[in-house]
């Protein structure tokens, strides 16, 4: 019984880390972003630059909760066009894949192992940390904790749901 005990004890010691790195941690993010803004910029739609970065990859700005392959002005690959026109909306979830390994996410969402993506940096390590950040700068994404609890999207209860239905407000 005590052996059981110290097990349980210590896998969820062992996994609450874990699960914490799952949330990402924005600060850290914003220096893991150095990285990525040799290719990307975040920049405001006012034109307030969020991070200057290069022009080679699409501005970042907003990027959770925006349909992919849609930011105006970018001219993006084939793969992504098909991944937006797949339905794909960026969640966090789907970046941290994606920024992982881009041609394999978009070949497992699409099913087309000849689409490949102009992106061909794969992010080794922190990608919640990075999504994290990026989610910081996206107005559009609902954060985790606003969306409706299943019992209270079924109960049709509109005050339950009310915080989904405005836009968080912009950082």
């Known amino acids: ?10 896998a969820i010691t062992l996994a609450l880390p874990a699960a914490a790195q799952g949330a990402g941690d924005p600060a850290k993010g914003e220096k893991e972003f150095r990285k990525c803004k040799a290719c990307h910029m ?17 501005n970042l ?5 925006r349909k ?7 001219k993006y690959s084939d793969a992504l066009i098909k991944l ?24 497992e969402k699409v099913g087309d192992k000849s689409l490949k993506t102009k992106m061909t940096f794969k992010l080794a390590k922190n990608q919640a940390d990075v999504v994290a950040f990026l989610a910081q700068h ?20 509109a005050a339950a749901a009310a915080p989904t239905a405005e836009a ?4």
């Open 68 to 74: 992919a392959g849609t930011e105006e002005g970018f």
């Open 168 to 171: 968080p407000a912009a950082n």
């Open 1 to 10: 019984m005590k052996t059981s005990i110290y097990a349980t004890l210590a």
């Open 61 to 65: 700005y907003g990027v959770v909760g």
């Open 138 to 157: 996206s107005p559009e994404a609902v954060p985790a904790d606003t969306a409706p609890a299943p019992a209270d999207a079924a109960s049709g209860d």
């Open 42 to 58: 975040i920049q405001a739609p006012d034109g307030t630059d969020v991070v200057k970065g290069g022009k080679t990859g699409p």
């Open 84 to 107: 937006g026109e797949a339905g794909e909306v960026w969640t966090t979830e789907d970046l941290e894949h994606y920024i992982t390994n881009p041609n394999k996410y978009v070949e």
